[in-house]
Each structure stands twice: as C-alpha cells, then as structure tokens.
C-alpha cells in the first residue's frame, strides 16, 4: 500500500511527464526549493519553467520507471530510468532524434501535502554519451 507522502512524490513526475502544468502547480510548496547535479538552487517558478520549456520541450516521449521507492518520515527517495526521445535542443545540444535513457536519484521532502524541497543526482555522463557528445568509454 501507497502512502499519501509516496503518491506526492510520485504524482509529481507523473504530472511533469503528462504535461500538466496545473497539477505541478498545486503539488508545489509556494517554498519549493530545487538542488541538484550541482547548478545553483532553483525556486517553483524556476523549476517550473524548467520543466515545462526545456527538458520536456527537449525530451519527450517519456517512460519513466520507479525501481526503488523509499519512505521515511517527510522525504521520499526514488531511484528512477526515465526512457525518452531527444526532440529538441537540449542544454545547448541539437536534438538528436534518438531515445535514450536517464537514469539517476531524487529525494523529495513533503510537508502538508506539497512538495517543499527536492535533492536529485542525475547521470548526466551516460546521457551525454547516448546523445553522442562525449564518446563512449574504451575497455583496455
């Protein structure tokens, strides 16, 4: 059985993939605040737009899989592959056409039914080699 925390966390990628913005929008804290793969902390709206206007104008298609779900208090971890077409530019790289899989880790904290901070580690590395940027490394 879900937790109500568990069902949060996950019903904001559920939406962000889907597109609705609107959904988002409520499972957002007016706090939120966003930390990872090492840029600078983005709020709700920052967030938001990223979201909506770059990864998922530049990655679509997208299958998202939850393979590890963990609950403890007010912050949820999963750990996540999310298979998606390169449609657009992505981070200032051509689209490519092709699907590729990322694949990484996001914490979420809940408080009152929203989402008020979330941590993610993403494996950009593998990503910029399926999208043909950084070759593939070379077994000796």
């Not at 059985?1 to 904001?12: H, Y």
Request: aromatic share 10%.
């Amino acid at each position: 059985m879900k937790s109500v925390n568990k069902e949060i966390a996950l019903g904001l990628s559920q939406a962000i993939m889907k597109g609705n913005w609107e959904k988002v929008d409520l499972l957002l804290d007016e706090t939120f605040t966003y930390i990872g793969d090492g840029r600078p902390a983005m709020n709700k709206s920052e967030y938001m737009y990223f979201m909506k206007n770059i990864l998922c104008t530049s990655m679509t298609e997208m299958d998202m899989k939850f393979l590890r779900v963990i609950e403890e208090n007010n912050f949820v971890a999963i750990d996540y592959t999310n298979e998606m077409t390169n449609s657009g530019p992505f981070i200032g790289i051509p689209a490519t056409g092709k699907r590729v899989i990322g694949t990484g880790q996001f914490m979420r904290e809940i408080k009152n039914g929203k989402v008020v901070s979330e941590w993610q580690t993403t494996n950009n590395f593998g990503l910029m080699v399926q999208l043909g940027v950084i070759p593939a490394p070379q077994s000796k």
